[in-house]
């Protein structure tokens, strides 16, 4: 088991472009979440799902932002029309749900807007 | 909503002593997690320890120890004999129990630790 990965590491694009960021979660793990991190703050949560099935969407994902995770395995967030505003940490936590959940993280993809 | 602070932005301590972080949290729930995560620079999050609300016990994990307080919503972080490789980002995280929750950690927003040699 090689923990939670995320590809890519670290992501610079100019305003207006797509971004695609990919995260494979602990093989066994049924649920994924995605939060953002920007300087000097926590975590926020963005989206979660279980399985398949994305259950939950924070209202700090605009439509610009899709998320999926086809067959219950890895997990792609998409950023369309990116803005400076979006630059920030995203990070990608997986978990099996019950009693005893913890959530494991990922290393994060940097994503700096020019 | 639930909300977590801390509001400790930054501490110091020296290696080998003792250190507290703070925690405290706004809940109308009975039921739920508690957590102390640990982001080292340019590292990623990890787990220190965590709490059942419903324990009275404080959990303990090596030198890390908390000190849970529900009536208060306190849930402070000590950490004993402190390292240089304890230097990091420590976030307070609130998880709801409730059913049909769907478990989203809420952060706090950090406390900066520094170990001085």
């Known amino acids: 088991d090689t923990g939670v990965s995320q590809d890519p590491r670290h992501k610079i694009t100019k305003r207006g472009q797509n971004v695609t960021f990919r995260c494979d979660p602990i093989?066994?793990?049924?649920?994924l979440y995605w939060y953002r991190q920007t300087l000097g703050q926590g975590p926020e949560f963005l989206t979660y799902f279980q399985n398949e099935a994305q259950l939950e969407k924070s209202r700090l994902l605009s439509d610009r932002f899709s998320a999926e995770r086809p067959k219950g395995s890895f997990s792609t967030l998409e950023i369309q029309r990116t803005e400076q505003g979006d630059s920030a940490m995203y990070l990608c936590?997986?978990?099996?749900?019950?009693?005893?959940?913890?959530?494991?993280f990922g290393p994060g993809t940097r994503l700096l807007v020019l | 909503a639930q909300t977590v602070t801390q509001s400790q932005p930054e501490m110091s301590v020296q290696e080998a002593e003792t250190v507290t972080l703070s925690c405290t949290y706004d809940?109308?729930?009975?039921?739920?997690?508690l957590f102390w995560y640990k982001q080292p620079p340019s590292r990623q999050m990890i787990l220190v320890i965590r709490q059942e609300a419903y324990k009275q016990q404080n959990a303990t994990e090596n030198r890390f120890s908390v000190n849970f307080q529900k009536a208060a919503k306190s849930f402070s972080l000590k950490i004993s004999d402190s390292q240089l490789g304890d230097a990091a980002m420590y976030f307070c995280a609130y998880r709801s129990d409730y059913g049909g929750s769907q478990g989203n950690l809420i952060f706090g927003k950090g406390t900066k630790l520094s170990v001085k040699p």
């Open positions: 809940t109308s729930e009975s039921d739920y997690y």
């Open positions: 936590a997986s978990s099996l749900a019950g009693t005893q959940e913890t959530q494991y």
């Open positions: 093989s066994e793990h049924n649920r």
